[in-house]
């Protein structure tokens, strides 16, 4: 195919990645270079607000450190519920990945408020805890960060397995059955062969857990609270709340450059491990 | 740090079900220290069932492994001491050759400086040195195939089995790799198993083949008896070419039983046969244990050529029989010979010692 | 074949060209029927619009009516954004602070009172120029009777260390939020230009708090989920969650109600005001608003001939004349600051 022919065929997804994002990605920076909400002259004075507020700043870091808790907590669990869906046979991996699959197919908000019920006071956790006579007084979970973590690990779930379960189904089981030919255990095995071959996808994985942990604006709030402000939050109250539209554009620019680098940082390291596998 | 000495290895009894299906049945294998032993059959004969009970990757439901006269059932895979060359070799991509061959040696927490000691002297033994520090997929075939093997020899396992080594192999590479690793296994005096569905492969690395069919062992012997003597149409058939011609048993005449031939001949079978007189067998030979002339011969079939093949050091002649059923005949070339050609009749016999075998139908 | 049931692949282009087009068109499609998109509240007054208000305007007329959900800030931004252009709906509906925003950004129209024949009938302190008010926020101390035994009798109950742990509030970009730190402003000797008493006194309540709601839906998952036994809270809401079953009752506290009025607006622009008027009046019927007095709606009326009735006259009001009295907030004074209260009570909040 010439090379005018294939240019021509992605015109159309070229548009409307320029109407869908690009459009929308200049207003928005537009706008948080406007002095007042009926514009005025462009200033920086709403980035300056931001970074010169260690308050403003620390929400931010807050909302980073979130999503790198809540992504370990994630991978922690995924990757070995990815390593049984590969590992299982054929008949109950179909059953095990329809689970994994199966908090998608339910809204976020419905599965937040379901973790809302089992956090609670007075719910089902609290419940087992008190009844195994763990703790006199119920925990406190819900309005907590542990809560929140608890509840993204959970929600971004299939973020996780599904790219891993990928490159780990694809990987050679000779692979595993040499290693353990020559000695390996299954921690072994799974710690020398299966990590550094699924690397790829943990990397992949991490990255999607992350940024969708970190902009998860119905989990944070309702598992979190008022108390806990992560950027989202913040954005929102200064937008909606407040009517600060210009330095909730420019607070939404800084934020997405922060996680735009910490998703660089990962892809960059992701590639190291590609080069071998 | 090796021990030259081989183990013996002893299947009692083995049978694996898989739900309705028998994947392996009653398996008695002995096998002496320091012996290379092939599997040999065609897929789904239960050769790999077998290789992957030995190694312990699959539970048998009955019968029981001994390694020296102990039962090794109870031991994990990564506790047996059993090493395994797969087909696509399995080497691990993220690591270089010189990790490769450390890794068991890590496993057993062997020092640093015996292990690098080590891992050169498997490089040199496979003549691997210079490829140290490259990664698995930098390598031909043939390369990566030494590499596994030292892998696996590095950690001085008891039993060696190998799953198909040379399929990925071209031809001419296989024949020097089966060379090669007759030489190690040889060296190492390690008790081998060689799974294959080569016949070539089987005849011509094993002391002992044992050909297998729907999960049993047909026959076990050495090369020369199981292509000479197989005990079972089978075997015959499977391995090496062979023409089968039904008929049906008669008296014994001398030291051969007679055989009336479905195309008319009656013919004498090799000594040693003892069929019920008036059974439906098969009468078995193979081309190149027959001989052609043009004159009459004792003990022949008659018929006449319809096809000659020149096949480089061979001749393959094929010819119409009695009741229209082909036979073939190889005879080996001769410079200055002339071929027979097409439509003359000839008689042709076996040429002692070999001769006709007959099985029951 | 018989030609007369042919059915030819032209018509059968047509057919579904027709179709496609319909779709893409839904305006011609329904262009018999006027089409009038009100907005509405999440939660009761979604269901009081959608079972009684929806009804009662259909009656009679050819028209379709859409009722969209959207929170009174949202629907300012939204206004806001379509300005020029077609607005996203007719009628909006406010709580007294974003109907200043919306009239000085010129987001609706003056009422147009002679074509609204209920507008008479509402109590004087209830008709506005630019859109009646359809009824009233009053809120209050909520708590738990299951675990606060004695019902609290003022806002210095909430400080109780009694209740340590177990204090709810919501954050600042509610009504709720903002009204209650006015309210405790007030108390505490604070003024409008001086927020400093109510955040004095917001310090010393922090530890007793057991969980600060990010909007007012989680609020009301606090409630259900027990997570929180004594709050401010809405005389509406706490309404709907009794009606649900949920453990919770509603005083006013000793130094009288306090609240907001809600309003409705033809908003500027509108291609159907008539439709969007016909709306609004049929909210001021004196028959609608008896019927959303009842459980479990709960909605103070506006309407002078609609005699209190219910949970209203235990807690808040006796009589129509006792409405009158609420004490209302100022809002003219206290918009320009929500900004930078939002700010101050965040950083005083955060964990």
């Known amino acids: ?277 | 740090m090796e021990s030259r000495r081989g183990h013996e290895l002893h299947l009692a009894g083995i049978t694996q079900r898989f739900g309705d299906y028998v994947a392996v049945r009653d398996i008695d294998l002995k096998i002496g220290a320091g012996e290379l032993v092939a599997l040999l059959g065609p897929s789904g004969c239960g050769k790999s069932t077998l290789l992957r009970i030995i190694s312990g990757f699959m539970p048998q439901t009955e019968g029981k492994v001994f390694f020296d006269g102990e039962a090794v059932d109870h031991l994990p895979p990564n506790k047996r001491g059993v090493g395994i060359v797969f087909q696509n070799y399995a080497l691990f991509p993220h690591m270089t050759i010189r990790q490769n061959i450390a890794y068991g040696l890590e496993v057993q927490r062997v020092p640093a400086a015996r292990l690098k000691t080590r891992v050169d002297e498997m490089l040199d033994l496979v003549h691997m040195g210079e490829f140290a520090e490259r990664y698995p997929r930098q390598l031909s075939g043939g390369q990566q195939q030494r590499i596994a093997l030292a892998r696996c020899l590095a950690v001085d396992p008891k039993i060696l089995l190998l799953d198909e080594p040379f399929g990925a192999l071209d031809k001419n590479l296989r024949l020097d790799m089966q060379i090669e690793v007759k030489r190690l296994q040889r060296e190492y005096g390690i008790t081998t198993v060689l799974v294959t569905h080569d016949q070539e492969e089987a005849l011509s690395m094993a002391d002992r083949v044992a050909v297998m069919s729907r999960g049993r062992i047909e026959q076990i012997a050495s090369p020369t008896d199981i292509y000479d003597r197989p005990e079972t149409l089978f075997v015959n058939q499977f391995v090496g070419s062979t023409n089968v011609l039904p008929g049906i048993a008669g008296e014994m005449a001398g030291a051969g039983q007679q055989v009336t031939l479905a195309c008319g001949e009656r013919i004498a079978l090799a000594e040693g046969s003892r069929l019920a007189t008036g059974a439906q067998v098969q009468v078995s030979i193979r081309p190149e244990h027959l001989t052609l002339q043009t004159a009459p011969l004792d003990n022949a079939i008659t018929g006449v050529i319809k096809a000659v093949m020149p096949l480089g050091p061979q001749v393959l002649y094929d010819i119409a029989v009695g009741d229209g059923t082909d036979i073939k005949v190889s005879v080996p070339r001769k410079r200055g010979d002339e071929f027979l050609l097409s439509g003359t009749r000839i008689f042709a016999a076996p040429v002692p010692p070999a001769g006709y075998r007959a099985f029951p139908v | 074949m018989n030609s007369r049931n042919a059915f030819s692949r032209r018509d059968f282009l047509m057919a579904g060209s027709a179709l496609g087009l319909g779709a893409l068109l839904p305006g011609l499609a329904r262009a018999a029927g006027e089409e009038l998109v009100a907005a509405t509240f999440p939660g009761t007054w979604n269901e009081a619009h959608r079972n009684i208000l929806k009804p009662a305007f259909m009656k009679g007329i050819d028209a379709s009516v859409v009722q969209s959900i959207i929170l009174g800030t949202d629907q300012i931004s939204r206004l806001e954004a379509a300005k020029g252009g077609t607005p996203p709906f007719d009628v909006a509906i406010f709580d007294s602070p974003q109907v200043l925003d919306a009239v000085k950004q010129g987001l609706i129209m003056e009422y147009p009172v002679a074509k609204s024949p209920h507008y008479g009938e509402l109590l004087p302190a209830f008709q506005d120029k630019w859109g009646p008010k359809i009824s009233m926020q009053v809120i209050g101390i909520a708590y738990n009777p299951e675990r606060v035994k004695t019902p609290p009798t003022r806002w210095e109950d909430l400080w109780d260390p009694r209740y340590k742990g177990r204090v709810g509030l919501t954050a600042l970009n509610s009504q709720l939020g903002i009204a209650f730190l006015a309210e405790l402003n007030r108390i505490k000797g604070g003024t409008d230009a001086d927020f400093g008493p109510a955040f004095k006194a917001l310090r010393e309540l922090l530890p007793s708090v057991g969980a600060i709601a990010a909007n007012l839906g989680a609020y009301a998952t606090l409630w259900q989920q027990e997570q929180v036994d004594i709050a401010p809270y809405n005389f509406n809401f706490v309404q709907t969650l009794k009606g649900k079953g949920v453990p919770v009752e509603f005083v006013v506290p000793e130094t009288g109600p306090v609240g907001w009025q809600t309003s409705m607006h033809v908003v500027a622009g509108s291609r159907v005001p008539e439709l969007a008027t016909r709306y609004i009046d049929t909210h001021l019927d004196a028959a609608v608003q008896a019927a959303m007095m009842k459980p479990p709606y709960d909605v103070i009326p506006t309407n002078g001939k609609v005699a209190l009735q219910g949970a209203m006259t235990q807690t808040i009001a006796r009589t129509q004349a006792d409405l009158e009295k609420i004490r209302g907030l100022d809002w003219a004074a206290l918009n320009p600051q929500r900004s930078a209260l939002i700010d101050r009570f965040n950083r005083e909040i955060r964990a």
């Open chain 1, 1 to 277: 195919m010439s090379t005018a022919s294939t240019t021509r065929l992605t015109l159309p997804l070229t548009a409307l990645f320029a109407v869908c994002f690009v459009a929308p990605l200049c207003v928005l920076v537009a706008l948080s270079l406007a002095a007042g909400p009926d514009g005025g002259v462009a200033t920086i004075g709403h980035y300056a607000a931001f970074v010169g507020d260690r308050f403003n700043a620390s929400i931010l870091f807050d909302t980073l450190w979130l999503g790198v808790k809540a992504t370990l907590v994630c991978l922690l669990f995924g990757f070995p519920v990815a390593w049984i869906c590969a590992r299982a046979h054929v008949r109950w991996q179909s059953v095990l990945i329809f689970l994994v699959v199966l908090p998608i197919l339910t809204s976020v908000v419905v599965r937040t408020f379901s973790w809302i019920v089992i956090l609670g006071r007075h719910g089902l956790l609290n419940q087992i805890v008190l009844g195994l006579g763990l703790a006199d007084e119920p925990l406190r979970l819900l309005y907590s960060e542990a809560g929140v973590i608890i509840v993204l690990a959970q929600v971004q779930m299939p973020l996780m397995v599904l790219p891993i379960l990928t490159v780990l189904s694809r990987i050679d089981s000779n692979l595993f059955d040499a290693s353990q030919a020559l000695g390996a255990g299954q921690w072994r095995t799974l710690w020398r062969v299966a990590v550094p071959l699924s690397m790829p996808g943990i990397i992949a994985g991490c990255i999607l857990t992350y940024a969708a942990s970190i902009t998860a604006f119905v989990t944070q709030t309702l598992i979190g609270g008022a108390r806990l402000i992560y950027m989202p939050l913040f954005i929102y109250q200064q937008a909606v709340g407040a009517n600060n539209w210009p330095f909730a554009a420019a607070i939404s620019v800084i934020f997405m450059v922060a996680v735009l680098v910490v998703v660089a940082v990962l892809n960059g390291f992701g590639r190291r491990f590609e080069k071998h596998v």
